[in-house]
């Protein structure tokens, strides 16, 4: 059984720059991960232009290869392996060559990969993207470089991001670094560092410009957009009195406003703190799109419990009441975790009873993976065999398959206002594809509609991954 990632279909990319090429030398630059790796990459990007670099599709012509990596599971871990090991082959026919190693996997090992396995030249963490430049002059001088330093204050905030190898339409918008969660399964709190929202009026800037540049969709990421607080103390107190205060809810009304044909979605929603707020200012504009990702890991409050992810199976349930009472026509989608620590078959079976009850529109569905240092890895004992892990990971996508294909059937028949993204991945020459607001691809045949526009769709038909529909007007 494959693991899904979010943005598979993107893993390990390529993403190409136009440079000034001041200092002759290429990039190759490769992102593996969540969507706020691929949007860190476009920092990267940004950087290493101001310094010179073009980059290039072909490492071969590489003079730096950078691999943006995610430590998320043990096979996240073991793909980006694969790749330095290829990498460190290439070194030996190009000595010049400089490896380095960005991102999640790179905090989690530290000089581990560079002294003890030789396998890269640059060791840089997320937070520490402001330094490479200065790493990279100390490897020309014939040193290795390591700045793995987590800030608490880091959010990028000036950097105008490189938009790279995507659409043109869609684009990512960093809300907030870090996660202050502790799941227990969870590495991201050990590689991404503490928590913090990043100043909405360079979000609200950021946005206005992709607009203006021609994007008619942004995302908000962060690890738990609902925690996203500006001038708000972690205990609910307003730092300074002198400028505004901002909470996700108002952040998302600041974005929305930004401009009617600008749509609006954001990622990841977290149960715990999801408030009716956010809810209702969805309703209330519609260029915020009706979909909401809001992982579940599991079905059973026990393990809930054990994975301290700080709600019961009945708070999400009423969770999920409040969002289809709000916003009747609103897309769920989650991501689940099989054979965590100590699940029982019973414990199984409350994650299979919820997923057929709540029959998600979308799921990431993933086994259980032991991640160093995490407090599950100190606490509990990865007891569940792999053979039962994947049988149980099996049952979940299955009933996960049907329910896909049960709610896309729901949308047949009706008519979405699609945002087109451009050619159809299956039959680019003759057919075109955008998303409706709940995010469900949408192909209809070739016309007059360029990327960027929105048309009115027909939904005539369905398969278990997209519908099929025609313009009507
Ligand atoms: N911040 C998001 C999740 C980020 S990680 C949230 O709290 O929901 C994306 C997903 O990877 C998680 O939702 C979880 O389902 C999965 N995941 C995280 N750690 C994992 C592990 N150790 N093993 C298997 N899946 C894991
Ligand atoms: Fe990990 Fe939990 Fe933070 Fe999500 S909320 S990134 S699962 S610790
Ligand atoms: Fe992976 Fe780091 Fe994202 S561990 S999922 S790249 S925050």
Not at 274 to 295: F, G, R, S
Request: glycine fraction near 6%; aromatic fraction near 8%.
């Amino acid at each position: 059984m494959e693991e899904k990632v979010i943005l598979e279909d993107r893993q390990g990319e390529a993403l190409i720059m136009e440079g000034n090429g001041a200092n002759g030398r290429k990039l190759y630059l490769e992102s593996y991960g969540c969507a706020m790796n691929f949007s860190d990459s476009e920092i990267v990007a940004s950087i290493l232009q101001k310094e010179g670099f073009t980059t290039t599709r072909n490492v071969e012509e590489a003079d730096l290869v950078m691999l943006n990596t995610c430590s998320i599971r043990e096979k996240a871990e073991a793909t980006v392996r694969k790749r330095l090991q290829l990498f460190k082959k290439q070194k030996l026919t190009n000595p010049g060559l400089i490896v380095g190693i960005l991102g999640c996997m790179a905090e989690r090992m530290k000089e581990t990969l560079l002294e003890e396995e030789k396998l890269v030249d640059i060791v840089v963490g997320p937070d520490a993207y402001r330094d490479l430049p200065s790493l990279i002059k100390q490897v020309d001088g014939g040193q290795k470089a390591v700045n793995v330093l987590l800030s608490r204050d880091e959010t990028y905030a000036d950097i105008s991001p490189i938009k790279l190898g995507g659409n043109g339409v869609t684009a990512f918008i960093s809300i907030t670094r870090g996660c202050d969660n502790m799941c227990s399964f969870c590495v991201v709190p050990f590689t991404r560092g503490r928590e913090r929202s990043r100043n909405p009026l360079s979000i609200v800037a950021e946005a206005r410009q992709l607009f203006d540049e021609g994007y008619r969709e942004v995302t908000l990421l962060g690890q738990n957009v609902d925690s996203y607080r500006w001038n708000i103390s972690k205990k609910g107190e307003i730092e300074d009195p002198n400028i505004p205060t901002t909470n996700f809810a108002q952040l998302l009304e600041m974005v929305a406003l930004v401009h009617p044909d600008l749509r609006v979605r954001f990622s990841t929603s977290h149960p715990k703190d999801m408030t009716d707020d956010v809810l209702h200012t969805m309703a209330k504009y519609e260029n915020i799109c009706k979909y909401i990702h809001l992982p579940v890991q599991s079905g059973n409050t026990e393990v809930l419990k054990k994975m301290n992810r700080g709600y019961t199976r009945e708070w999400y349930d009423e969770r999920m009441k409040a969002i289809k009472r709000i916003m009747p026509d609103c897309a769920i989608s989650t991501d689940v975790i099989t054979g965590f620590c100590g699940e029982t078959e019973e414990q199984h079976q409350d994650t299979l009873s919820l997923m057929r009850e709540v029959r998600y529109d979308y799921a990431y569905m993933f086994f259980y993976s032991e991640r160093p240092k995490t407090l599950a890895e100190r606490k509990f004992e990865d007891d569940i065999p792999l053979e039962v892990k994947k049988r149980r990971l099996a049952e979940v996508i299955e009933i996960q398959n049907a329910n896909s294909l049960y709610r896309l059937e729901q949308q047949v028949g009706k008519e979405y206002k699609i945002l087109i993204e451009g050619p159809s991945r299956k039959y680019p020459e003759e057919q075109l594809c955008g998303r409706n607001s709940q995010n469900a691809m949408v192909v209809i045949p070739k016309g007059p509609y360029p990327k960027g526009s929105y048309v009115n769709v027909y939904i005539e038909s369905c398969t278990g991954a997209t519908l099929f529909g025609k313009v009507i007007d």
